[in-house]
T-cell receptor, first 113, second 111 residues
Framework: GAGVSQSPSNKVTEKGKDVELRCDPISGHTALYWYRQSLGQGLEFLIYFQGNSAPDKSGLPSDRFSAERTGGSVSTLTIQRTQQEDSAVYLC???????????FGEGSRLTVL | KQEVTQIPAALSVPEGENLVLNCSFTDSAIYNLQWFRQDPGKGLTSLLLIQSSQREQTSGRLNASLDKSSGRSTLYIAASQPGDSATYLCAVRPRGGKLIFGQGTELSVKP
């Protein structure tokens, strides 16, 4: 596609429910990143995929968070048993390789009631 | 551990002024540095990417410089316009892998 696409753009859920957020990177980009931005805060790194290498999961805040990237393209970020502190904008980005320019999607705004 | 700091946190200027945004980082072993802008409620838009071997990059009214040895980068905006109002973020990339972001500078350009 022309840019990084994320869905849903907005998600409201109840505490304790599971949510899935989807990212469709720019075609041909081998690197994919997930970041989180809480209200008034900076960008917090979550997870990074590069080609067929093992992902860098060092930023995942708890074992309730997981992500996968199928076929080297689309990625899904899953949050289990959501908590109110999970409320944030989840941003996905991709780059041609592990050193190239990053391009971001518009984000998925998650609100946990 | 790499840390990125942006000063000032917020800046308000009248339209037409030239301005400089600052970014500093603690570890000079970076592969590149990237400047972004973020409008309220939106994702990040890439402005400029500077490789570690480069000293500056220019795009229109924007000029970004990099002094890797001193751990500093500046983003120069010429003849500022109200449409430049946004949060500006810099991010450094260590040898491959994820970018590490500063907290951003919120810029307001008054007509």
């Amino acid at each position: 596609g022309a840019g990084v696409s994320q869905s849903p753009s907005n998600k409201v859920t109840e505490k304790g429910k599971d949510v899935e957020l989807r990212c469709d990177p720019i075609s041909g980009h081998t690197a994919l990143y997930w970041y989180r931005q809480s209200l008034g805060q900076g960008l917090e790194f979550l997870i990074y995929f590069q080609g067929n290498s093992a992902p860098d999961k060092s930023g995942l805040p708890s074992d309730r968070f997981s992500a996968e990237r199928t076929g080297g393209s689309v990625s899904t970020l899953t949050i289990q048993r959501t908590q109110q502190e999970d409320s944030a904008v989840y941003l996905c980005a991709s780059s041609l390789d592990n050193t190239g320019e990053l391009f971001f999607g518009e984000g998925s705004r998650l609100t946990v009631l | 551990k790499q840390e990125v700091t942006q000063i000032p946190a917020a800046l308000s200027v009248p339209e037409g002024e030239n301005l400089v945004l600052n970014c500093s980082f603690t570890d000079s072993a970076i592969y590149n540095l990237q400047w972004f802008r973020q409008d309220p409620g939106k994702g990040l838009t890439s402005l400029l990417l500077i490789q570690s071997s480069q000293r500056e990059q220019t795009s229109g009214r924007l000029n970004a410089s990099l002094d890797k040895s001193s751990g500093r980068s500046t983003l120069y905006i010429a003849a500022s316009q109200p449409g430049d109002s946004a949060t500006y973020l810099c991010a450094v990339r260590p040898r491959g892998g994820k970018l590490i972001f500063g907290q951003g500078t919120e810029l307001s350009v008054k007509p």
